[in-house]
Each structure stands twice: as C-alpha cells, then as structure tokens.
C-alpha cells in the first residue's frame, strides 16, 4: 500500500497568538537543515570569489577559468535554493545564525568580482581595438596586387556586365 505523501505544512503547527498577532512561523527538521546547509553553500561561494578575486588581482588568468565551473554551480545551487529559505529570513533560526550577514558578505562579494570582471572585459575589447586599428594602419591590403607588384591608383579593374544567363 503507497504511504500517504506527507506536507511540511501540516508538520508546522501554528500557534495562536494571544494578542491576535499573526503566529510565528514553525520550523520543520527539514527547514533547519536547508538553512544550516545554505549558510554553508553561501560561505562556500564567498570563498570561490574571494579565489577568483585575488586571481584576477594577480593576473593568473588560468585559475580564473579553472574557478568559472565552480562559481557557476555554487551560484546556481544558492539560486535553486533560495525560495526554501526565503520565508525564514526573519525567523530566529536564520538569525542565529547569521544568515543576513553571510548574505551581506556574498553581495559584497559578487559586486567586487563582477566589477572586475567587467573592467577585464573593458581592457581586452580595448586591445583587440587597438590591435586592429595597428593592422589596418600598417596593413599593404590593396597597395599591393597577389604577384608583389604594385597597384596604381588610377588602375581599377574593368567592370564587365554580363547581360546573358
């Protein structure tokens, strides 16, 4: 016989207020682990940055890409994860353990190492720029024909219409 599926709703009992306030939010054994589990992811992602900070810092480009599937999954996990906790941020469990700090930190965290990366982006589109601006500057594109000769100005290939299919 199927068990009958089993709601962490119905696990959370609601007590009523005595002043009519609306009741506290009851954790579950579930929800306590996804926040203690979160508080570990964010701590770990804060960490993938603060790498990839300091790689960036040093100019050590491969760590930079050794870090980017790392970062990715971490930050995919926390935005997967997000809406289990979202409705505990002002619990006292959250509070207890710092979630809003931890929060804090990895926004800190994201606007330093994106800020960077954008001005990495910002340097090398600069170069490629002036790499090609020096090809073209110094570039023999049209001075010279494909046997070495030079071609004149006033020389221009004859223009043929051909009216028959």
């Given amino acids: 016989m199927i068990a009958p599926k089993k709601f962490r709703f119905g696990e959370r009992q609601l007590l009523p207020a005595a002043d009519g306030a609306p009741a506290p939010l009851v954790l579950t ?3 306590e682990a996804n926040l203690d589990t979160y508080v570990v992811r964010v701590g770990e992602t804060i960490e993938i940055l603060r790498q990839e900070i300091a790689a960036i810092k040093k100019g050590e480009l ?3 890409t050794n870090l980017f599937d790392d970062k990715s999954r971490s ?3 926390l935005e997967l994860h ?3 906790i979202e409705p505990f941020l002002d619990h006292a469990a959250a ?3 710092d979630l809003r700090m931890h929060m804090a930190n990895l926004k800190e ?3 330093e190492n994106g800020a960077l990366l954008s001005r990495m982006a910002i340097t090398v589109k600069t170069i490629l720029r002036e790499h090609e601006k020096i090809l073209n500057r110094n570039g023999l594109g049209g001075v010279y024909a494909e046997t070495g000769e030079k071609v004149s100005v006033n ?3 004859e223009m043929k219409i051909d009216r028959e299919f």
């Fill in 29 to 31: 054994a579930e929800d």
């Fill in 155 to 157: 020389q221009r290939p």
């Fill in 62 to 64: 491969k760590t930079i």
């Fill in 75 to 77: 930050l995919k996990w």
């Fill in 82 to 84: 997000t809406p289990l």
């Fill in 95 to 97: 509070k207890q353990r």
């Fill in 109 to 111: 965290s994201i606007e």
